[in-house]
């Protein structure tokens, strides 16, 4: 079995698993390395007054053969980043993906709101993948509706009574699956995500193998 890892900060060790690894840019990026498949943007946290130097450079590497998404970008209402940076930024890297015709991997925290705005405007051709899905039904809904991909990570482990109702609900032609920052394997998040589908981890990986290549055009 091969296991998709659609959002982390690390590649990994095992042989089983391929990793689309994020990469943050900001204005003071000088140089570019990665040993795989990857995704280039600027997180919200990285957000300055000087945001669109960080923009240059990510749209310089947005062609790089693998670079197969922008991102992680998005919107975070719990930092301290100034929010209308934050926004034309998003709206900027949203932009870009769909210049390059590449997919957006996005952050979005207490800004689904805004998030949904900028979809409608945007109106995207290129998929959205919500990484680090971690709320409730209803607004999985609203995303999924819109046409976004939802990505869930090791919360699922935790087994919230809300976040396993968007889990189940989540059509599987539009699920991925992700560690972020956790330091724990992919396939425990499988292992978990199958158990409360009700399949097999076989059938998952299968499923999580399409998507990825949907998605990232793989």
């Known amino acids: 079995m091969t296991y998709f890892d659609a959002h982390s900060h690390r590649r990994s060790a095992d042989s089983a698993t391929t990793t689309l690894v994020s990469i943050r840019i900001t204005a003071s990026t000088e140089v570019f390395e990665t040993d795989g498949i990857c995704t280039v943007g600027l997180h919200p946290w990285d957000v300055t007054s ?3 130097d960080a923009a240059d450079i990510t ?21 301290d980043a100034l929010w209308q940076h ?11 993906a769909e210049r390059v015709s590449k997919p957006l991997v996005i952050h979005c925290v207490k800004a689904h ?23 409730g039904a209803d607004l999985a809904k ?8 939802v990505s869930f990570g090791a919360a699922v482990l935790k087994e919230s009574a809300s ?31 199958a158990n409360v589908r009700g ?5 998952l990986c299968a499923i999580q193998q399409q998507n990825f290549e949907t998605v990232f055009k793989r």
């Open 142 to 149: 609203q995303c999924l509706d819109a046409g976004m991909y």
């Open 163 to 193: 976040l396993i109702d968007a889990l189940k609900m989540c059509p599987a032609d539009r699920l991925l699956l992700e560690t972020d920052v956790d330091e724990i394997p992919i396939h425990e998040v499988y292992a978990a995500v």
């Open 199 to 203: 399949i097999t981890t076989e059938e």
């Open 59 to 79: 749209e310089d590497l947005a062609q790089e053969e693998l670079v197969l998404a922008i991102g992680e970008v998005g919107i975070d209402r719990a930092c």
């Open 86 to 96: 934050q926004v034309d930024a998003f709206e900027y890297m949203a932009d870009l």
């Open 50 to 52: 000087d945001w669109r």
């Open 113 to 135: 709101d805004e998030l949904l705005r900028v979809h409608k405007f945007i109106n995207p051709a290129q998929p959205w993948m919500l990484h680090g899905f971690v709320k």
